[in-house]
Nanobody, 125 residues
Framework: QVHLVESGGGLVQAGGSLRLSCEAS????????MGWFRQAPGKDREFVGCINWNGLSTRYGDSVKGRFTISRDNAKNTVYLQMNSLKPEDTAVYYC??????????????????WGKGTQVTVSS
């Protein structure tokens, strides 16, 4: 069992940056692959990116590739989502998710067992 809490969301102008954090409870964080998803009002949940247990392998959704970067610090039980060159269409609730001992890629929300409650990101034009 792992409990996830996202933070770092907020309001930013287009072209700006934000860094989201997701802190996990538990002593086996390094055994989990982690993912980020987002959901805008009236839209389906969208894959943003994922990272394997040691941080050496990542995957990104096409809409964020080259702008967003996922990283993790297993000593701090935290995964990060660095978001640069933000666009109004990046506005959404961002969720982190975890799955135990899984291999990448993990593109589907159904691949993940644990979810945080989300953090709002709003990008103004």
């Amino acid at each position: 069992q792992v409990h996830l809490v996202e933070s770092g969301g907020g309001l930013v102008q287009a072209g700006g940056s934000l860094r989201l954090s997701c802190e996990a409870s538990g002593r086996t964080f390094s055994s989990y692959a982690m993912g980020w998803f987002r959901q805008a009002p009236g839209k389906d949940r969208e894959f943003v990116g994922c990272i394997n247990w040691n941080g050496l392998s990542t995957r990104y959704g096409d809409s964020v590739k080259g702008r967003f970067t996922i990283s993790r610090d297993n000593a701090k039980n935290t995964v990060y989502l660095q978001m640069n060159s933000l666009k109004p269409e990046d506005t959404a609730v961002y969720y982190c998710a975890a799955v135990y001992t899984a291999q990448l890629p993990l593109f589907s929300q159904y691949d993940y067992a644990y979810w945080g409650k989300g953090t709002q990101v709003t990008v103004s034009s």
